[in-house]
């Protein structure tokens, strides 16, 4: 079954650093998106990713926060200058729908980002 | 209250019981989605049911959805100690093209063996 696939699985950082996470997404999905987990709390929506712009993004993605998809495959979620309440698991999904069809999202695995 | 409110927060139940969560959630949505998260991994898609629905079956999973009370339940039968996890609702909410699921808070079931 189709996965999406993130990288690293677990990444330690210095606050003030800058951080990528990547992901690749299903290859004929459309919709792509980053969610962040801080340990023992709710999955929350940062931004959405659709015909390569963001169409939404969520009052968390501030500045400090940027997505991009440099080819067709790669999705990544930067973080310039890391604080340490940017501590948490990051979910990449992505999600095929076209017309009526629903699909649900498929996440991948999660990375941890640690910032220290 | 926010989007997506579950209860119970923590259900602990034997192996063999049923289990039952539900969710609230305040706004008109697309469709509603059950996640599964195992402790400290990724999110796995249970199943999901479109706002015109009313009830659908996988497995032993049943899911109930009234949109009047705007409410959800997940049902697990016959529950097994692999069970053990969060289960989190999420309702598909926005216009096509832009649209974003919103999770709850979940409910961290334990199946005692």
């Known amino acids: 079954e189709p996965e999406v696939t993130q990288t690293p699985s677990h990444q330690v950082t210095q606050m003030g650093q800058e951080v990528i996470l990547r992901c690749v997404p299903i290859?004929?999905?459309?919709?792509f998106y980053w969610y962040r987990q801080i340990l023992g709390q709710k999955v929350e929506f940062l931004v959405s990713?659709?015909?390569?712009?963001?169409?939404?993004k969520s009052e968390i993605f501030d500045d400090q926060f940027s997505v991009e998809r440099p080819d067709g495959s790669n999705f990544t979620l930067k973080i310039r200058s890391t604080k340490l309440e940017d501590s948490a698991m990051y979910f990449c999904?992505?999600?095929?729908?076209?017309?009526?069809?629903?699909?649900?999202?498929?996440f991948g695995s999660g990375t941890r980002l640690t910032v220290v | 209250s926010q989007q997506g409110e579950e209860d119970p927060q923590a259900l602990s139940i034997q192996e063999g019981e049923n289990a039952t969560m539900n969710c609230s959630y305040k706004?008109?949505?697309?469709?509603l989605q059950w996640y599964r998260q195992n402790s400290g991994r990724g999110l796995v898609h249970l199943i999901l049911?479109?706002?015109?629905?009313r009830e659908k079956h996988s497995g032993r999973l049943r899911v109930t959805l009234d949109t009047s009370k705007k409410s959800s339940s997940l049902l697990i039968t016959a529950s097994r100690a692999a069970d053990t996890a969060s289960y989190f609702c999420?309702?598909?909410?926005?216009?096509?093209?832009?649209?974003?699921?919103?999770f709850g808070q979940g409910t961290r079931l334990t199946i005692n063996p």
């Open positions: 999420a309702t598909d909410v926005g216009i096509q093209g832009a649209q974003k699921l919103v």
């Open positions: 706004t008109s949505i697309n469709n």
């Open positions: 290859s004929n999905h459309l919709y």
């Open positions: 990713f659709y015909n390569n712009e963001i169409s939404e």
């Open positions: 049911i479109r706002s015109n629905e």
């Open positions: 999904a992505s999600r095929r729908s076209t017309g009526t069809v629903v699909n649900g999202y498929t």
